[in-house]
């Protein structure tokens, strides 16, 4: 047999402080999340205000070594230029003496000893 079930009636006044109480913690709980979320979106907007710094940062350092690299590039287009251009001086001059040797060498063998070059001076004929 079915026993019949009692029911067991709650008075008026403690189902509405049972919500009350219900409705309480419901608001506790979403200032304590409110607070939560506030805290954690200042704590975002301070890592992102540190990697705009960091970025920034970097960028700037960036563009420091792209001058550096610039400033370099063109110390070392100059060292070229400078060393070709002692290079070539170097190769007229070793030419230039060349030239100059030469033509002490071949001098001597046209050049007419001293005292014939004297008679010429002096329009005398040269001794037989």
Request: aromatic share 0%; proline share 5%.
């Amino acid at each position: 047999m079915a026993q019949p079930t009692t029911t067991v009636s709650i008075p008026d006044k403690e189902v509405p402080k049972k919500e009350e109480n219900e409705s309480k913690s419901e608001v506790e709980l979403a200032k304590v999340e409110a607070t939560t979320a506030k805290a954690s979106e200042a704590s975002a907007q301070r890592k992102l205000a540190d990697a705009v710094a960091a970025l920034k940062k970097a960028k700037e350092e960036a563009q420091r070594a792209s001058a550096e690299v610039e400033r370099a590039k063109a110390e070392a287009q100059s060292a070229k230029e400078l060393e070709a251009a002692i290079k070539s001086k170097l190769a007229d001059a070793i030419a230039a003496r060349a030239k100059a040797e030469q033509a002490c060498h071949s001098g001597d063998a046209q050049r007419p000893a001293l005292g014939t070059r004297l008679r010429r001076w002096l329009n005398r004929p040269p001794n037989p």
